[in-house]
């Protein structure tokens, strides 16, 4: 088992309430001490998880509402916990709204890799990201942008889709090449945790979407290298991986590939989304902590094997019966169990989007152009 990424949760809250959030204490202040941080690295090594490098996303509730001071502390106590030799590298998936000149200097300073969740236009965003009392938070983020511009700092945006987004692919590439923002990923609205329903849950929506895809791959091939789509870019890596086909898992249903660690020091691995959740049949997927249990408690628990063995059983239902398993390898656990009611299980609304219709869109491309070119 190697550890791909250690999700840090700094602090549950979050300044805004977007109204498709998953995480279900954003109203919670607490935050990581130091001890549960120095703790939380000492476990992911004893347990042998860690490698040459140890790759760390600040997220899991908004991580600017902890000011750079605590970060500078917090890399400090990471740096001292790591044997020399492990490389560490930070990223911050963050809503935009508090970048100041001193975030800057600190991103500056430790490399930070940042990630910015802006939904496209302001006509866009605004409907979902708002402020507590309603106010949209697109000037907020956008002033976040300039400031991150003028200090040189590369951004990448993901992008939220919902309903509406589809009927705006010219709207919204226009909107990121205007930003020079030139690295995007769309992520979904998904059926996940504290979000039962979703506008795509709809009738026709796959087509909608197709629609939608075909247009950002027509821009995107009438202007090579403007912009780089995660999801155009996921397909093309897989199809370039020497063991295309043969690989049978992904990062979020391979045990401990992902390690989620809340700010009280509760351990999860899977999807991301888990952490902090729980389940009338499988309990909380808390399944150590830092403080009290190590490694070998984590996966010996009645609990963890269950949720291990019924996302297994879940990865093989998928590699029998579907045609894009050598891309999508199994799917993700959280996406299963919020749509299905179970690991088991294979198609979800966010797979036959985010996979099928992805894949089949930029597959169909490809042969497209190598059909124009015979
Ligand atoms: S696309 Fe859906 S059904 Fe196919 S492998 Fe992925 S999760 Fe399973």
Redo the contacts with the bound molecule.
């Keep these: 088992m190697t550890l791909s990424l250690l999700v840090l949760q700094p602090t549950p809250f979050c300044n805004i309430d977007c109204d498709y959030c998953y995480l279900p204490a954003r109203t919670d202040k607490s935050h990581m001490s130091m001890a549960t941080l120095r703790a939380a690295i000492h476990w992911v090594i004893d347990a042998g998880l860690v490698g040459k490098e140890l790759s760390i996303v600040w997220h899991a509730g908004e991580p600017m509402v902890l000011p750079p001071a605590w970060y500078r502390e917090a890399f400090t106590v990471v740096g001292e916990a790591c044997p020399p030799g492990i490389g560490v590298r930070h990223s911050i998936q963050t809503n935009g709204t508090l970048v100041d000149d001193a975030w800057c200097a600190l991103i500056r300073e430790a490399g930070i890799n940042v990630g910015l969740s802006l939904d496209g236009p302001a006509q866009l965003h605004d409907r979902h990201r708002r402020t507590r009392t309603g106010r949209g938070t697109h000037a907020a983020v956008m002033d976040g942008l300039g400031k991150l511009k003028a200090h040189g700092i590369p951004v990448h945006a993901i992008c939220l889709l919902t309903r509406e987004s589809l009927r705006c692919a010219d709207e919204i590439l226009d909107f990121f090449i205007g930003c020079d923002i030139r690295n995007v990923g769309f992520n979904i609205e998904e059926i996940e945790a504290a979000h039962a329903i979703s506008s795509l849950q709809a009738v026709g929506i796959e087509a909608e979407f197709a629609a939608f895809f075909d247009r950002i791959l027509e821009r995107l091939r009438a202007a090579p290298g403007q912009l780089r789509i995660r999801e155009v870019e996921d397909v093309l890596s897989a199809l370039r991986h020497p063991r295309f086909g043969s690989l049978t898992s992904n990062c979020q249903n391979t045990p401990f590939e992902i390690v989620s660690v809340s700010w009280d020091g509760r351990i999860s691995t899977f999807s991301p989304e888990l952490l902090g959740t729980e389940h009338p049949r499988y309990g909380a997927f808390a399944f150590a902590s830092v403080h009290t249990d190590c490694f070998e408690d984590a996966i010996y628990s009645p609990r963890y094997r269950l949720v291990a063995a019924e996302i297994a059983a879940?990865?093989e239902?998928?590699?029998h019966?579907?045609?894009?398993?050598p891309?999508?390898?199994?799917?993700?656990p959280a996406?299963?169990l919020a749509e299905n009611g179970s690991f088991a299980g294979?198609?979800?609304l966010?797979?036959?989007i985010t996979?099928?219709v992805v894949?089949e869109r930029v597959l169909r491309a490809l042969e497209h152009d190598l059909i124009r070119a015979s």
């Design positions: 879940g990865r239902a998928c590699r019966e579907c045609a894009y398993f891309f999508c390898r199994g799917g993700a996406n299963k294979t198609e979800t966010y797979c036959r996979q099928k894949n």
